[in-house]
């Protein structure tokens, strides 16, 4: 009997104890929550990003003026230090205005202009327009079928998004490796350009750029992507009469340079040589203001890093908030971060990106271990009142990337509501004026909420 009794008793100090620790969870998230939302500068920071600063490609005078002001900001927000981590980034320039023309065989038809973008990484087209028939394939499947047809020819990938799949994401994965390995498949066959159905399932005819990857084995011929509208009038057109199209592109490399990861830090009360990483990247491409890539999660750690100054949050843990250089066409900004981290021997328990877009928060995806996801379940009551109550498998961030496969890392990402994002992506109306003020600052709690709780608990093994 007293056995039992003993045992009940300290079932129900357990019990208490967990509740009391819920209870003091949720109370210094809500805290935590009133501070962004009453005092965010995250907004009014992106507006100076995307309208002071606007597109910052690696290497270019944007990409130099993002990173004086991100190590600005982290100063302003009240990092124990704040520095910049020096990078080679490479620096490819699109050199002028991008064209293409449909040219029909017919006597009905004048030159009509084609909306299109060159890829990001390509080479242009020299000073004489490049001028080639059109052939059609729907998959590199397709492609193997009329790889007889297409020598001297431009080859159209007319691939696109699956809208069978709701999170849009996979259509993007499914869908971007006739951008990234189109070129070169094509001119394995003898093509001399390609024009590639750009990577969205938007209702307008905006052309989305995004790096494209030359085999050394093939020849390097232009790439551009092409509004969606454009793309299924030039198909209907192709089944009806051959068309020439005429593309003018000025793409090409200069020699690399130096840029610069921004990082600011908190260091840890208690365990200040194991570190937690949070951050997005500072480069976008250059047809557009990044706002909600990656603009968007550069202000969320910004904000985050100011709210726990502000309301006095002394991390157990030390916490790095980096603004990443070069995601989009080099990962050479990721790449150093771990790299040197390696180098230093350091200690990284966790790393956490926001790089879906400043949409309405949804939830989390997480690379950990079985036994660190059951851990993270247990809080997500904790987190779900502020919009991230969806959990998953599998998630993180191209910038993070790195250290999970140098450390094996624990990583995760933010999951914000994925609908329009791809409406946006790479595109030039990807515009201050595409982010809800609001949106973007649940998506700086949710963020903060997940960081506070890995602090105070820590993921285990």
Excluded at 113 to 126: C, E, F, K, W
Excluded at 362 to 371: E, L
Aim: net charge neutral.
């Amino acid at each position: 009997m007293l056995s039992f009794i003993r045992f009940m008793v300290l079932f129900l100090l357990v019990v208490i104890q967990s509740a009391w620790a819920q209870t003091t969870d949720s109370v210094f998230i809500k805290n935590l929550a009133d501070e962004i939302l009453l005092h965010a500068r995250a907004y009014e920071q992106l507006t100076y990003l995307t309208k002071q600063i606007g597109p910052r490609l690696a290497g270019s005078a944007g990409m130099v003026k993002a990173e004086q002001w991100g190590l600005k900001e982290m100063q302003k927000a009240g990092a124990d230090k704040a520095w910049g981590q020096e990078c080679l980034v490479p620096h490819w320039v699109r050199g002028g205005v991008d064209k293409a023309t449909a040219l029909f065989a017919s006597n009905d038809k004048k030159g009509i202009p084609l909306d299109v973008v060159a890829l990001g990484n390509s080479i242009g087209t020299g000073s004489t327009p490049l001028r080639a028939e059109v052939v059609e394939v729907k998959s590199f499947e397709d492609l193997e079928i009329k790889k007889e047809r297409v020598k001297g020819k431009i080859v159209f990938y007319n691939y696109p998004f699956n809208p069978t799949y709701v999170r849009t994401f996979q259509a993007y994965g499914d869908a971007n490796k006739y951008r990234g390995q189109g070129p070169s498949q094509a001119a394995k066959y003898g093509a001399v350009g390609t024009i590639v159905r750009s990577m969205s399932h938007g209702t307008n005819n905006h052309p989305h750029t995004g790096a494209t990857r030359y085999d050394s084995l093939y020849n390097k011929i232009p790439a551009v992507a092409i509004g969606l509208e454009d793309a299924d009038q030039l198909s209907r057109w192709l089944t009806k009469e051959s068309v020439q199209v005429q593309i003018k592109t000025n793409g090409h490399f200069l020699p690399d340079t130096i840029g610069h990861n921004v990082i600011g830090e908190l260091t840890g009360t208690e365990f200040p040589d194991e570190i937690i990483t949070v951050g997005g990247h500072l480069d976008s491409w250059d047809n557009c203001e990044g706002a909600h890539d990656d603009g968007a999660g550069c202000v969320q750690t910004l904000e985050i890093l100011r709210a726990f100054k502000a309301i006095g949050y002394r991390p157990r843990h030390t916490i790095r908030f980096v603004l990443f250089a070069n995601e989009e066409n080099g990962l050479r900004g990721g790449s150093k971060y771990a790299e040197e981290a390696k180098q230093k021997n350091e200690k990284h328990i966790f790393a956490l990106e926001s790089d879906a877009g400043g949409f309405t928060p949804r939830g989390f995806g997480f690379t950990i271990s079985d036994a660190q996801y059951q851990k993270v379940l247990g809080w997500q009551s904790l987190i779900a009142p502020y919009g991230c109550s969806e959990f998953s498998r599998g998630g993180g961030g191209a910038d993070i990337g790195p250290l999970n496969r140098t450390f094996n890392t624990p990583v995760a990402g933010l999951q914000p509501d994925s609908q329009r994002y791809f409406d946006y992506h790479h595109a030039r109306n990807d515009v201050l004026e595409a982010v809800n003020k609001r949106e973007l600052e649940l998506g700086a709690i949710n963020m903060a909420a997940l960081l506070y709780l890995v602090d105070r608990y820590g993921l285990g093994q």
